[in-house]
T-cell receptor, first 114, second 109 residues
Framework: NAGVTQTPKFQVLKTGQSMTLQCAQD?????MSWYRQDPGMGLRLIHY???????DQGEVPNGYNVSRSTTEDFPLRLLSAAPSQTSVYFC?????????????FGPGTRLTVT | KNEVEQSPQNLTAQEGEFITINCSYSVGISALHWLQQHPGGGIVSLFM???GKKKHGRLIATINIQEKHSSLHITASHPRDSAVYICAVDEGYGQNFVFGPGTRLSVLP
């Protein structure tokens, strides 16, 4: 299994540009999430999905869109990049067993918006 | 919203020392997770706890649900343990994780 994969690893955007961060998992996990990690702060939830066709907002959803057309893929779209979106983005998937959910993280995408 | 705090923020230890990292949270949870983030950035899950104590090799994690507190212990620390350790609480059975700010550990040879 490849686990959770993310592309690209690094990206530089100019203010106002749009782009899509890709995330895929091959473990047939029902739950997938996107987080951003900023210096001195914990990971913060952007959007999450509990299954194909179902998404919901997390703590910091503004400026981002998601969709989940398949179990495997959960892309994150930046609609109009802003310098405040400079961050490291992590995608994670999880499965439940007995009411507890273990998370598997992708390697991260480091995004810089100039 | 749960407030997750960790202490200490930074920790430097000599190889072989016993290390404790603490995590406290404010609202009831379904599970607590300890994660490790290495300098390269990757994040791996170390423990998932809903009660009691778990042990993997030199790592031990405990949780006290009544006191809303968890500890991560590393026995006989080694330089390869140098990483950021992150506490995360699951508020909603996998649908809402809240993360602590992390504890940066450096183990010197």
């Amino acid at each position: 299994n490849a686990g959770v994969t993310q592309t690209p690893k690094f990206q530089v955007l100019k203010t106002g540009q749009s782009m899509t961060l890709q995330c895929a998992q091959d473990m047939n996990h029902e739950y997938m999430s996107w987080y951003r990690q900023d210096p001195g702060m914990g990971l913060r939830l952007i959007h999450y999905s509990v299954g194909a066709g179902i998404t919901d907002q997390g703590e910091v959803p503004n400026g981002y869109n998601v969709s989940r057309s398949t179990t495997e893929d959960f892309p994150l779209r930046l609609l109009s990049a802003a310098p405040s979106q400079t961050s490291v983005y992590f995608c994670a998937s999880s499965y439940g067993a007995g009411g507890t959910y273990e998370q598997y993280f992708g390697p991260g995408t480091r995004l810089t918006v100039t | 919203k749960n407030e997750v705090e960790q202490s200490p923020q930074n920790l430097t230890a000599q190889e072989g020392e016993f290390i404790t990292i603490n995590c406290s949270y404010s609202v009831g949870i379904s599970a607590l997770h300890w994660l490790q983030q290495h300098p390269g950035g990757g994040i791996v899950s170390l423990f998932m706890l809903s009660s009691g104590k778990k042990k993997h090799g030199r790592l031990i994690a405990t949780i006290n649900i009544q006191e809303k507190h968890s500890s991560l212990h590393i026995t006989a620390s080694h330089p390869r343990d140098s990483a950021v350790y992150i506490c995360a609480v699951d508020e909603g059975y996998g649908q809402n994780f809240v993360f602590g700010p992390g504890t940066r550990l450096s183990v010197l040879p």
